[in-house]
């Protein structure tokens, strides 16, 4: 079993940054990728950014050149730098680990809300 606790959520101004934590614990070791998703109100879950075990990040279209995921395995966290922030980018977002056995984990979810 692998817990997910995110953080880092909060109400922002368009235009404005945020840093999204994920805190990995139990079967550590097992992990070989993370992810964040998001998820809208009325809209379907999608993912964001992804990061394997070596390194290799894949983003969604919508967020290329503003978003960064990257990891610190020896604090066992993911982040993702969330910059020039939209409206659209409004949703929970979840941290989503994925072992080398193929099943995947899910946190509760940190809420970010872009609004002037």
């Not at 999204?20 to 070989?32: D, K, P, Q």
């Not at 964001?48 to 978003?67: E, H, L, Q």
């Amino acid at each position: 079993q692998v817990q997910l606790v995110e953080s880092g959520g909060g109400l922002v101004q368009p235009g404005g940054s945020l840093r999204l934590s994920c805190a990995a614990s139990g079967s550590i070791s097992s992990v070989y990728s993370m992810a964040w998703y998001r998820q809208a109100p009325g809209k379907q879950r999608e993912l964001v950014a992804a990061i394997t075990s070596g390194g290799s990040t894949n983003y969604a279209d919508s967020v290329k050149g503003r978003f960064t995921i990257s990891r610190d395995n020896a604090k066992n966290t993911v982040y993702l730098q969330v910059n020039s922030l939209k409206p659209e980018d409004t949703a929970v977002y979840f941290c989503y680990a994925n072992n080398i056995h193929g099943i995947g984990f899910w946190g509760q979810g940190t809420q970010v809300t872009v609004s002037s």
